[in-house]
């Protein structure tokens, strides 16, 4: 397929920020979903729209960062592809993940940033970045 280069058109549209992320969980999770995301994680439960809670799954957000956790069947759990979330503190929510028994893999290869990722209950990956202003 051979696609049209945005220099060759007139662009109309801009892209304003991303409105979600969405993890692949098993099919039956979203007990253990809240479980994690609310209960470990802080996050809020965020009732899905009445026309797609029969596809399972469970939404959460915090500020403006918004979560859909929605169930695949088969399930893969995403090893490197991964949301990044930039935090305020990334040493506390470190501590409280190991804490709660959690595995952080800290990384420290991006100049000015402190951060690490860890696995949610389904093996996907989660990166948590706190740039380090000098």
Same mark, same amino acid.
């Given at each position: 397929m051979?696609?049209?280069?945005?220099?060759?058109?007139r662009?109309t549209?801009t892209?304003?920020s991303?409105d979600?992320?969405?993890?692949? +969980?098993?099919?039956?999770?979203e007990?253990? #979903?809240? /479980?994690f995301?609310?209960?470990?994680? @802080?996050?809020?439960?965020? %009732?899905k729209?009445?026309?797609?809670k029969g596809?399972?799954g469970?939404w959460?957000s915090y500020?403006?960062?918004?979560?859909?956790?929605?169930?695949?069947?088969?399930?893969?759990p995403a090893?490197?592809?991964?949301? +990044?979330?930039e935090?305020n503190?990334?040493? #506390?929510? /470190?501590?409280h993940l190991i804490?709660n @028994?959690i595995?952080?893999? %800290?990384?420290?290869r991006i100049p000015?940033?402190?951060?690490?990722?860890?696995?949610?209950?389904f093996?996907?990956?989660?990166?948590?970045i706190?740039w380090?202003l000098?």
């Amino acid at each position: 397929m051979e696609y049209i280069k945005l220099e060759e058109i007139r662009v109309t549209f801009t892209f304003k920020s991303i409105d979600h992320i969405q993890l692949a +969980a098993p099919k039956g999770s979203e007990e253990t #979903a809240r /479980k994690f995301f609310k209960n470990i994680l @802080g996050l809020n439960e965020v %009732e899905k729209p009445e026309m797609l809670k029969g596809n399972g799954g469970v939404w959460f957000s915090y500020g403006n960062c918004h979560i859909h956790i929605g169930i695949e069947d088969p399930f893969l759990p995403a090893k490197k592809a991964h949301p +990044a979330f930039e935090v305020n503190n990334c040493e #506390a929510l /470190k501590n409280h993940l190991i804490a709660n @028994g959690i595995d952080v893999t %800290e990384d420290n290869r991006i100049p000015n940033a402190k951060r690490f990722h860890f696995s949610d209950p389904f093996g996907n990956r989660i990166e948590i970045i706190e740039w380090i202003l000098d």
